[in-house]
Nanobody, 121 residues
Framework: QVQLVESGGGLVQAGDSLRLACAASGLPFRNYDMGWFRQAPGKERESVAGITAGGGATRYTGSVKGRFVISRDNAKSTMYLEMKSLKPEDTAVYLC??????????????WGQGTQVTVSS
């Protein structure tokens, strides 16, 4: 069975950094485009970043450009999201998804359960 498991979330202060990881199993990870999404209570799920299967192309939503970096290690079947200069508005559950690298949630085939990131001011 396909599993995507996020880790690395936590409570930090504004300006701090976190690195999230998404460990994948049950699928040929190197053949799957991947993405990170986030969702805060009462808000719609928002695309954060995407990365192609080989890691050759990435994209970011405007609010995180220059602060977040998406990457992957196909040998470890793991995707990462390095988050720097965190802001309170980054607070959300961050979800890993497989099957696309676009900003459209409907294009993704698999989802993780999410990891909570809370940024205090």
């Amino acid at each position: 069975q396909v599993q995507l498991v996020e880790s690395g979330g936590g409570l930090v202060q504004a300006g701090d950094s976190l690195r999230l990881a998404c460990a994948a199993s049950g699928l040929p990870f190197r053949n799957y485009d991947m993405g990170w999404f986030r969702q805060a209570p009462g808000k719609e799920r928002e695309s954060v970043a995407g990365i192609t299967a080989g890691g050759g192309a990435t994209r970011y939503t405007g609010s995180v450009k220059g602060r977040f970096v998406i990457s992957r290690d196909n040998a470890k079947s793991t995707m990462y999201l390095e988050m720097k200069s965190l802001k309170p508005e980054d607070t959300a559950v961050y979800l890993c998804a497989a099957g696309s690298w676009s900003s459209r949630a409907a294009e993704y085939a698999y989802w993780g359960q999410g990891t909570q990131v809370t940024v205090s001011s």
